[in-house]
């Protein structure tokens, strides 16, 4: 009898957030996907999704420095970004700005706006389908 080789199980548990204020930046988030927040730690903060199934943390760094958008030879490149999908997007647009969000300068898509949190990170609210 061979013996099967035996795959590790990933599952993606958390994103991690590199920012200057971890703390502020977690409420943001907190408030935009009406998530709960978690015990964080001294650099830390995190909040989950209603499930606890999936965490974003973020870690409080003092030499971060926010990415640019769109990408600009020379200057700080943005590493991830974040899509969140959405039933209704002028809503979803006018709720992150209420959050603290700003609406990008550069868009690209009719049914996706790129807009920035309070740490200068990318996201996208994405309208898919009808």
């Given at each position: 009898?061979?013996?099967?080789?035996?795959?590790?199980?990933?599952?993606?548990?958390?994103?991690?957030?590199?920012?200057?204020?971890?703390?502020?930046?977690?409420?943001?988030?907190a408030?935009?996907l009406?998530?709960?927040?978690?015990?964080?730690?001294?650099?830390?903060?995190?909040?989950?999704?209603?499930?606890?199934?999936?965490?974003?943390?973020?870690?409080?760094?003092p030499?971060y420095?926010?990415?640019?958008?769109?990408?600009?030879?020379?200057?700080?490149?943005?590493?991830?970004?974040?899509?969140?999908?959405v039933n209704?997007?002028?809503?979803?647009?006018?709720?992150?700005?209420?959050?603290?969000?700003?609406?990008?300068?550069?868009?690209?898509?009719k049914?996706?706006?790129?807009?920035?949190?309070?740490?200068?990170?990318?996201?996208?609210?994405?309208k898919?389908?009808?």
């Amino acid at each position: 009898m061979e013996v099967e080789d035996k795959k590790p199980v990933f599952t993606l548990d958390s994103v991690v957030l590199d920012c200057r204020d971890a703390e502020g930046l977690a409420d943001f988030y907190a408030r935009l996907l009406g998530w709960h927040r978690c015990p964080g730690g001294d650099e830390w903060a995190a909040v989950a999704n209603p499930e606890g199934t999936f965490h974003l943390y973020f870690q409080a760094e003092p030499d971060y420095v926010a990415p640019v958008w769109p990408a600009s030879p020379g200057c700080q490149q943005m590493m991830v970004h974040l899509d969140f999908a959405v039933n209704d997007l002028e809503a979803a647009v006018a709720h992150a700005v209420s959050c603290g969000a700003k609406v990008a300068d550069t868009q690209y898509l009719k049914n996706v706006v790129v807009c920035i949190d309070p740490a200068g990170h990318p996201f996208c609210l994405c309208k898919h389908g009808n």
